[in-house]
């Protein structure tokens, strides 16, 4: 027997059985309703101290301590949502007892754990899948759609922006309240990276400022971060004082532009107990629609371009295939170290105030 899995393709019935750890914002929203909706996947357990969980998910086996999760043979794949710290640890006792594993961003603290986790991974014959869901936002698909069909030209200046306004440190202190937690710059710069990165490949340089702005805060709260290629320029940028956001995306080329406001709208939707299911998850109202200025789009004037629907759901589709058919993730490990090295480099930049060659 035969059914379909969220993509469309068909799939044998049986299904992975994946224990997810950690059931905070992450957990909650990123990962348990992609996972129960997946038909290639069951949500066999949560770990969690807290009772949510298993109000939440009534039928899911509620653990206490990970522990429970590395000594049961039954579970396929772990899903790490803990705090940064732990993930190295976690992930390398969840692939020597065979399973494979999900890590939030960012995978690890050092790109030497990196490194590591890539060594046991192959030793293993088990994979880690670095949790880099934004590939699949909306207007960053909608991005590399213009640029690969040469809309843009040949791109020269590229901006991404994930602003906030949280003059307080209210949600996840570890975060900013341990000095070697990152800060913004670990918990947004794997996101922008990453994108950036798989749009144009690895920076000549880098150059950043890291600031810190809010009295609580032992680590940094904003970034400008550039990241330097022979003929184009990448910003990135993200704060906690901006209560009036400017672009999300900004896009010069030869032949074009692109501006782009306004974050993907699948985060607010999955926090408002919108399923993944649901066929407006990803879809931008009209009124979102960046706009494009290029002569092979309309040569008299600048007109919207429909944003691309964004699909978290092809993460898991990614996870899916690895596992049962070899197929190699979008997302590599390679990938993350590469955005580790970037980020060891910005750290490096912002301490000796000059660029850093990666």
């Known amino acids: 027997m035969k059914e379909s899995t969220h993509d469309g393709q068909q799939q044998d019935k049986q299904r992975f059985k994946v224990a997810i750890v950690g059931f905070g914002l992450s957990g909650k929203v990123f990962h348990a309703p992609f996972i129960e909706q997946h038909a290639g996947f069951e949500l066999y357990s949560i770990v969690s101290t807290r009772d949510e969980a298993q109000q939440k998910y009534p039928k899911t086996k509620i653990y206490r301590r990970f522990e429970e999760v590395i000594t049961n043979p039954a579970i396929d794949l772990v899903v790490l949502c803990t705090p940064h710290n732990l993930h190295v640890k976690q992930a390398i006792e969840a692939m020597r007892a065979g399973k494979d594993v999900v890590i939030e961003k960012p995978v690890a603290l050092t790109s030497n754990d990196l490194l590591q986790l890539m060594k046991i991974s192959k030793e293993t014959e088990r994979q880690f899948y670095p949790y880099h869901n934004r590939r699949w936002d909306g207007d960053f698909l909608t991005i590399k759609h213009l640029i690969q069909g040469g809309y843009l030209g040949?791109?020269?200046?590229?901006?991404?922006?994930?602003?906030?306004?949280?003059?307080?440190?209210?949600?996840?202190?570890?975060?900013?309240?341990?000095p070697t937690a990152g800060g913004t710059l670990l918990d947004l710069g794997p996101h922008l990276i990453d994108q950036a990165i798989h749009l144009f490949g690895k920076p000549e340089m880098v150059h950043c400022l890291l600031f810190k702005q809010r009295p609580e805060s032992n680590s940094n709260d904003s970034f400008d971060l550039r990241l330097i290629y022979p003929n184009n320029v990448v910003t990135l940028k993200a704060g906690v004082f901006v209560k009036s956001p400017g672009p999300r995306f900004l896009v010069h080329g030869s032949e074009g532009s692109y501006i782009k406001y306004g974050l993907d709208v699948q985060e607010s939707r999955l926090k408002k107990r919108l399923l993944p299911s649901s066929k407006t998850i990803g879809k931008e109202p009209v009124n979102m629609h960046g706009m494009l200025f290029s002569p092979i789009f309309d040569p008299l004037k600048p007109k919207k371009f429909p944003t691309i629907d964004g699909n978290y759901m092809r993460f898991y589709d990614g996870v899916y295939n690895a596992m049962k058919y070899k197929i190699p993730h979008e997302v590599s490990q390679e990938d993350a170290l590469l955005v580790m090295k970037v980020i060891e480099a910005a750290v490096e930049s912002n301490e000796n105030q000059r660029h850093i060659i990666v």
């Open 154 to 178: 040949n791109i020269h200046d590229f901006e991404s922006r994930f602003d906030r306004f949280s003059p307080t440190v209210s949600r996840a202190e570890w975060r900013y309240n341990d």
